[in-house]
């Protein structure tokens, strides 16, 4: 089966350092979803990519978080400086996202926990 | 906008019982509507999905969910539960049409099946 990976698994670092979570969408996808998942707000959306072009990026707090989508195999979410707050486990998802009315089913990675000290 | 409630936070059940797992959703437009699991440790998985047609959708393990317009509902649902099904359940949404790319998550049930 086609799978998103996510890479670390799991992060422990100390506040103020920089944190790089990295995810390997489904081949052919052309969507890739980045979320956040607490316990305090649920699954949250950060940012998402169509075609490697950022779309929307609004839930995300610009000042320390970055998404990118450098080529096709890789999108990257990069926290910079990490806080406590932000401690939580990250998901990539992608989708083969358009017109077709079957198309908007995502297939997640299995995330990133992020314990910030 | 869209917004996605999920009644109850915790639902248990013994094994072999039914349950029912509660969705409510709200949207101004026509929305394609979505349940997602996830075991412990692990990302979510589709679990079943409405597009159109047959208001009743069923899973390949047993669940089924009704989409009814009216009530704003759907609800997931299985006559008998297994030990294996105990999992955090998400109902999500998206609006109808191209471009819509972005899921409206509830905030989960989970379900615990009880031996």
């Known amino acids: 089966d086609a799978r998103v990976t996510q890479t670390p698994r799991h992060k422990v670092t100390e506040m103020g350092q920089e944190v790089t979570m990295r995810c390997q969408p489904i081949?052919?996808?052309?969507?890739v979803f980045w979320y956040r998942q607490t316990m305090m707000q649920g699954l949250e959306l950060l940012a998402y990519f169509r075609n490697r072009a950022p779309l929307d990026d609004s839930g995300m707090p610009k000042d320390r978080f970055s998404a990118e989508m450098p080529d096709a195999t890789l999108a990257t979410l990069k926290i910079q400086p990490s806080e406590p707050r932000d401690s939580a486990v990250y998901f990539c998802?992608?989708?083969?996202?358009?017109?077709?009315?079957?198309?908007?089913?995502?297939?997640f990675g299995a995330g990133s926990r992020l314990t910030v000290l | 906008a869209q917004s996605v409630t999920q009644l109850d936070s915790q639902v248990p059940v013994f094994e072999e019982a039914p349950v029912e797992l509660r969705c409510n959703y709200s949207?101004?437009?026509?929305?394609?509507l979505f349940w997602y699991v996830q075991y412990p440790n692990q990302g979510l998985q589709l679990l079943l999905k409405y597009l159109s047609g047959s208001t009743l959708v069923e899973s390949i393990n047993g669940f089924e969910a009704e989409f009814n317009k009216s009530q704003t509902s759907f609800h997931l649902r299985k006559p008998s539960v297994h030990i294996s099904d105990t999992a955090e359940y998400f109902c999500?949404?998206?609006?109808w049409g191209a471009g819509s790319y972005q899921l409206t998550f509830g905030k989960g049930t989970k379900l615990s099946v009880i031996p």
């Open positions: 081949l052919g996808h052309n969507t």
């Open positions: 949207s101004s437009v026509s929305v394609y």
């Open positions: 999500a949404v998206t609006p």
């Open positions: 998802a992608s989708g083969l996202v358009g017109s077709d009315s079957g198309a908007n089913v995502l297939t």
